[in-house]
C-alpha cells in the first residue's frame, strides 16, 4: 500500500513538472509584435503555398533543360556473350559460326531536324512564364489575406475597447441610479432597467473576445506562426484609414491584372499545343554512327573443305582461338509520318475547341 501511494505521489510530481515546463516554455515565447509591412513579409518568405508556387517554377525549369536534353547527342553501349548450343547449318553437315561469341557496341545518335521539340521547348518557356505569373498570384493573394485578417484583428480589438468603455459607462449609470434609489431620489424600475443594460452587454463582451481569438488564429496561420505564441499588433484603423487618405494610389491600369495575364498565357499555351501536334505530321531527321568489336571462335573447317593446310578458318599457332572483328558504321536516318488513323487531326480540333 505505501509502494502504490508513493508511485501515485511520484506520477502527480511528474505530472506537474511537465505542466510547470510547457508554461515556462510559453511564457518564454514572449509576444510577438508585428506591423502590418511585417506580417506581410513574414507571410511571403514561410507560407506553405508561397514556397509551392517557388518550387513549382523550379520544376519547369527542370522540365525546359529535359526537353533540351533530346538534342543532345545520345550515347548508348551494350555488350554481349552467347554461347551456341547448337549451330545453325548452312547444308547438312555443314555448320557455322562460332560456340562462344562476344560482342560489345557502342551508338551514337544525333537529332538535326526535329521540329516538335523546338516547339516543345517554346511552350515550355511559356509554361515558366504561367508558372512565373501563378506564383505572382499567390503572392498577390496572399498579400490580401494577410491585409484583411490584420485589419480583422485591428477591428475586433477596436469594438472591445468600444465595449469595455460601454460597460464602464453603464457600470457607471448602475451605480448612480442604485444610490438615487437608496436616497429615494429614483424609482427602483429605473435601476433595474440599468442592471438589464450592463447584463445585455457582458455576452457581447464575450463574443468580442472570441473574435479577437479567431482573428489572431487566423493571422496566425497565414504567417505560419506556432498557436502558443501570442502576437500583438502596432497601429490602430484610424491609423491606416490616414495612409489610405493621404498615399493610396488608385489607378485603373488593368496591364497587370494577373488574371488578365494567366489568360493570356493559357491562350498561348492552346496555340503552342496545337503547333506541337502539327508539327508531328512533319519528318525527322538524325544522324548515327555504331562500332562493334565482335570475337568469335574459330573454326576448323579444314576437314570440310578437303583437309587444306592449317585449316581454312581454324586457329593456327601465330593465332588467336577468337577471330575479332570491328566494323563501323555510320549513316542519317529520316522518319516521315504518313497515318496515324485520324489520331492527330481529332487532336487539333480538341485543342481548338479549347
Sequence with gaps: MKKLLSLICFGFMSLGLVQAQEQSQTANLGVLELSLDEAIEIALTDNPTIKVANLEIERYDYVNKQVVATLYPQVDASAQ?????????????????????????GTVSLPLFVPSVYRQMKMTRTQMETAVES????????????RSAYYNVLLAE???????????TTQSVVDNTRNL??????????????????SNLKPQVLQAQNAIEITKLQLKMYLSIPENVEIALRGTLDDFRSQVLLGEDYSTDISENTTLRTLDLQRELLEHQEKLIQTTRMPTVAAFGQISYIGQERVN????????????????????????????????????PLFAGFKKTNQLREVRNQ
Design 301 to 336: 573447317l579444314g576437314g570440310l573443305l578437303g583437309g587444306m593446310a592449317g585449316g581454312a578458318g581454324g586457329a593456327t599457332a601465330e593465332q588467336s582461338k577468337f577471330w575479332w572483328q570491328y566494323p563501323i558504321n555510320i549513316g542519317a536516318q529520316i522518319s516521315i
Design 135 to 146: 506564383a505572382r498570384t499567390t503572392r498577390i493573394d496572399m498579400v490580401a489575406a494577410v
Design 81 to 105: 556473350y552467347s554461347l551456341a548450343i547448337k549451330r545453325q547449318e548452312m547444308a547438312e553437315g555443314l555448320s557455322f559460326g562460332g560456340k562462344n561469341t562476344f560482342n560489345v557496341a
Design 158 to 168: 477596436q469594438s472591445m475597447s468600444v465595449l469595455n468603455e460601454a460597460v464602464a
Design 181 to 198: 434609489y437608496e436616497n429615494g431620489l429614483a424609482a427602483e424600475y429605473d435601476y433595474i432597467t440599468a442592471q438589464v443594460q450592463l
